[in-house]
């Protein structure tokens, strides 16, 4: 079964800091996808970055990037330059073989003006 | 220009009724499903439809019935409304393929509250 944990509920952040949102996973797929989404308090899921099993390179979208650790099963979302509109629920997800998406339990973040 | 809708948004009913929730989506995809948020803010697959396929089933009552007219409508029935259902549910779309395409896109979400 796909595992995806997320060890911190919630994370303050002072604005125009980054952020670090941990996200491991377990799975025995060669190949896999991770995702993450944010959830504002308005409720809509919003992607944000997607990185695959297969690529060697960390994922980059704007201010947001990953920190891909195929070996430890680990994928953390880097929040470069915080703003106040980034604090949200946000999610890691993994897409297994059965092109399901596992979530975790989610990082509610929010930032300090 | 919305790219997953879902209606109704909010949907309040008594226990025991019977409701139904639509889903669109425009992006071309082949793929459909449906998640529920509980009140702890988990996502769970429910179903998944792939060219008005069912191919994903999970663990789920079958008060709850998901049908496709076509690849671009996924919809979910649910019979004799229970307390438990009370819920966001999420209806997804992606493109079954490599890489990033795989993405899912998300409607906004259909807040049910039975009482």
């Known amino acids: 079964a796909q595992k995806i944990t997320q060890t911190q509920p919630g994370m303050f952040v002072q604005e125009k800091e980054a952020v670090t949102l941990d996200c491991t996973y377990d799975?025995?797929?060669?190949?896999?996808?991770l995702f993450w989404y944010k959830q504002p308090s308005s409720g809509e899921m919003i992607f944000l970055i997607y990185?695959?099993?297969?690529?060697?390179q960390n994922a980059t979208e704007g201010r947001y990037s990953l920190n891909f650790q195929k070996a430890r099963k680990s994928t953390n979302l880097v929040i470069s330059a915080s703003q106040l509109g980034d604090s949200a629920m946000y999610f890691c997800?993994?897409?297994?073989?059965?092109?399901?998406?596992?979530f975790g339990a989610g990082t509610t973040v929010t930032v300090r003006a | 220009d919305t790219a997953v809708s879902q209606t109704p948004k909010y949907l309040v009913t008594q226990m025991g009724n019977d409701k139904s929730i639509k889903c669109e989506q425009n992006?071309?995809?082949?793929?459909m499903y449906w998640y529920k948020q509980d009140s702890k803010k988990f996502l769970k697959i429910m179903f998944s439809?792939?060219?008005?396929?069912?191919?994903i089933n999970e663990t789920v009552p079958n008060r709850f019935s998901p049908k496709s007219p076509d690849k671009a409508h996924l919809n979910l029935h649910i019979n004799s409304l229970e307390l438990g259902d009370s819920a966001v549910y999420f209806c997804?779309?992606?493109?079954?393929?490599?890489?990033?395409?795989?993405?899912?896109?998300f409607g906004p979400g259909t807040r049910l509250l039975v009482l």
């Open positions: 997804a779309s992606s493109q079954v393929g490599v890489g990033q395409q795989e993405t899912q896109y």
């Open positions: 799975t025995s797929d060669q190949s896999y996808g």
């Open positions: 990185q695959g099993s297969y690529d060697e």
């Open positions: 997800a993994m897409r297994d073989d059965d092109y399901k998406l596992s």
């Open positions: 992006l071309g995809h082949d793929t």
């Open positions: 439809y792939n060219n008005k396929e069912l191919i």
